[in-house]
């Protein structure tokens, strides 16, 4: 299959939270060039404020299912207008700490969260308003706190989660779609923010400050290893990809309206501020590419 992946006009930053003090969900959605270095405008909302939702799309929309405000909610979003739709479909199973998500051509995944069902992997499609299924389980529970996303043009992969280190990776083929432990991170946690290449998924911040992990999607075990820095360490980031870039905005605490970007190419990379920001700093939404 060709890898769908990436994009070569914007990325988009929805939802989450502000943060601290208060920590207020919102809607907001931001879209940024994937050409320019030029700060993102604000094109619209979704339905329904909430943070840790995971993120999807398709070639012509983007997702946010589940997460705290709205934890059953499959929302989406037109990538090449400006206003939210309406739901089109519920989880399985009401989803908060969800993880970010991942899409094959056909349909979102959303893995982990702190529901009782912290090892469901659920499937929605990309093609018609549905509901989600449960299609399968990662290879352990306990995968609360923000697990990362990631997709190759056939796998769909969920890594860390809690204090796990875990890199999960399910078929987008096969009907029954468990996990299947291949890997580990270089340490356990969560709230990462997630990238992916045609070859290589990476791990961005989150608990483990500003390390960037990176694993190789080829067959066989696939342990990450550091590669680079964020320049902002922080956790929660958003992660969306072009053809030849990482990027990899917002985030918790400090510099949370930055974002930051890092080669593909490079074997060794730390990210740099490009001089873009969000209108909105935020943390722990939905991201997405067109």
Request: aromatic share 10%.
């Amino acid at each position: 299959a060709p890898y769908h992946g990436w994009g070569t006009n914007y990325g988009f930053c929805a939802s989450g939270t502000t943060g601290p003090p208060a920590w207020p969900n919102i809607t907001l959605i931001d879209k940024f060039s994937l050409s320019a270095d030029d700060n993102a405008t604000t094109v619209g909302d979704v339905t329904v404020a909430r943070r840790n939702c995971a993120g999807g799309f398709s070639t012509t929309h983007a997702y946010a299912a589940g997460g705290n405000g709205s934890p059953g909610t499959i929302d989406r979003w037109s990538m090449s207008g400006t206003v939210g739709e309406a739901g089109v479909g519920s989880l399985v199973a009401g989803n908060t700490g969800c993880n970010f998500g991942c899409s094959s051509e056909t349909h979102g995944y959303v893995a982990g969260g702190d529901s009782a069902e912290t090892d469901m992997i659920q499937r929605y499609s990309l093609v018609s308003s549905a509901n989600g299924v449960d299609v399968g389980n990662l290879s352990a529970g306990s995968r609360g706190d923000r697990a990362g996303g990631n997709q190759s043009s056939d796998y769909g992969y969920c890594c860390g989660g809690g204090s796990t280190d875990i890199i999960d990776k399910w078929s987008f083929a096969s009907g029954t779609e468990s996990g299947e432990d291949i890997g580990d991170l270089t340490a356990g946690g969560g709230s990462f923010g997630s990238n992916s290449s045609s070859t290589y998924g990476y791990s961005c911040g989150g608990s483990r400050g500003d390390e960037i992990d990176r694993f190789s999607f080829a067959t066989g075990t696939q342990n990450a290893v550091d590669v680079g820095n964020l320049e902002n360490s922080t956790t929660g980031k958003f992660g969306s990809n072009s053809t030849t870039h990482a990027y990899t905005s917002g985030g918790m605490y400090t510099n949370i309206n930055v974002i930051e970007k890092f080669s593909f190419s490079d074997e060794t990379t730390n990210a740099a501020d490009g001089g873009a920001n969000l209108v909105t700093g935020r943390s722990l939404g939905a991201s997405a590419q067109f």
